[in-house]
């Protein structure tokens, strides 16, 4: 995380876990013409438009009040989704057990794509049941995988 999403995070803690949630992840982006603070939640049994508009009323003075962000954004606060991408340590944490789609920068045994329930994760290996170790590095993407 950078300077503002490490801080945007730390602000953003209490006020969303008064809300029932847990939140995700902050990111900090430059988007078409501008910059987006985008909060991400999570919550047992799913994040709906009032989670998401309590915490974005809570949380919007206390960031004008702090100014963590020169210059102009715009926040968006939402659920993580369905199918959310894992990328810090406590995603893949969170993640055990639950089916994961890996997405590999070359093609291994033919295949560039893989699911399957997420057994582990290291920090230097991700390991999907039924598929050997992929080295992280070799990584391109890392999402939960909702069959539709």
Known sequence: MNRVETLVAQMAGPVVAAQGCSLWAVEYAKEGGGWVLRVLLDREGGVNTDH????SRALDPLLDEAD????????EVSSA????????????ARSLGREV??????????????I?????HDGQTLTLEGHPPFPVKEVALARLYVRW
């Not at 199918?83 to 406590?90: A, N, Q, T, V």
């Not at 789609?101 to 893989?114: H, I, M, P, Q, S």
């Not at 399957?116 to 582990?120: A, D, F, Q, S, V």
């Open 52 to 55: 998401c508009e309590a915490i």
């Open 68 to 75: 963590p962000i020169p210059g102009a954004y715009t926040l």
């Open 81 to 92: 989704g369905l199918e959310r991408p894992l990328k810090r340590p406590e995603d893949f």
């Open 101 to 114: 789609l890996v997405r590999l920068y070359v093609a291994k045994d033919g295949a560039r794509e893989f």
């Open 116 to 120: 399957g329930p997420l057994t582990g």
